[in-house]
């Protein structure tokens, strides 16, 4: 049974340069209805306007996001490992493992049909990077996530 739950295990268990960060997690426990809020208006306000024009070529029209709603569970960060050799002197490089199993209620309609996504699940690794460091607050010129 416990060889079967190997891989859910966080990286900081198998690989040493990784970090445990506890204490962002229970940051990001008390930011997620924060976030939530910036991301819903980010989608609707940014991105379906984006999605609404790139679909207008294929004559799908009257993209919307009807509901938005992240839920209550906010991502975990297993672990983080941070660049400190092969970086050059102007950037920060950090590695995250997420894991999110996320209670969302997201829907769309186009064309009158709806759709859904109820309980995502997201598991990977996150690089970010801050660039360039600056000599004024708020000390990162940049954020580059991928």
Same mark, same amino acid.
């Given at each position: 049974?416990?060889?079967?739950?190997?891989?859910?295990?966080?990286? !900081? +268990?198998?690989?040493?340069?990784?970090?445990?960060?506890? !204490? &962002?997690?229970?940051?990001?426990?008390?930011? !997620?209805?924060?976030?939530?809020?910036?991301?819903?208006?980010?989608?609707?306000?940014?991105?379906?306007?984006?999605?609404?024009? @790139?679909?207008?070529? &294929?004559?799908?029209?009257?993209?919307?996001?009807?509901?938005?709603?992240?839920?209550?569970?906010?991502?975990?960060?297993?672990?983080?490992?941070?660049?400190?050799?092969?970086?050059?002197?102007?950037?920060?490089?950090?590695?995250?493992?997420?894991? !999110?199993?996320? %209670?969302?209620?997201?829907?769309? @309609?186009?064309?009158?049909?709806?759709?859904?996504?109820? %309980?995502?699940?997201?598991?990977?690794?996150?690089?970010?990077? &801050?660039?360039?460091?600056?000599?004024?607050?708020?000390?990162?010129?940049?954020?580059? +996530?991928?």
């Amino acid at each position: 049974i416990i060889l079967a739950r190997v891989q859910d295990l966080p990286a !900081w +268990v198998f690989f040493p340069d990784f970090e445990r960060v506890e !204490w &962002l997690n229970r940051v990001l426990d008390q930011l !997620w209805p924060s976030i939530g809020h910036f991301i819903t208006h980010l989608l609707t306000t940014q991105f379906e306007p984006l999605i609404k024009k @790139s679909l207008e070529n &294929l004559t799908l029209k009257d993209f919307k996001f009807d509901h938005v709603l992240l839920g209550n569970i906010p991502p975990r960060i297993g672990g983080i490992k941070c660049y400190d050799k092969m970086t050059a002197r102007n950037e920060i490089i950090m590695d995250l493992e997420v894991t !999110w199993a996320g %209670d969302c209620e997201i829907q769309v @309609s186009i064309k009158g049909i709806k759709a859904s996504i109820l %309980d995502l699940y997201i598991h990977g690794h996150l690089r970010v990077v &801050l660039k360039p460091l600056i000599h004024n607050l708020p000390l990162v010129g940049g954020i580059q +996530v991928y």
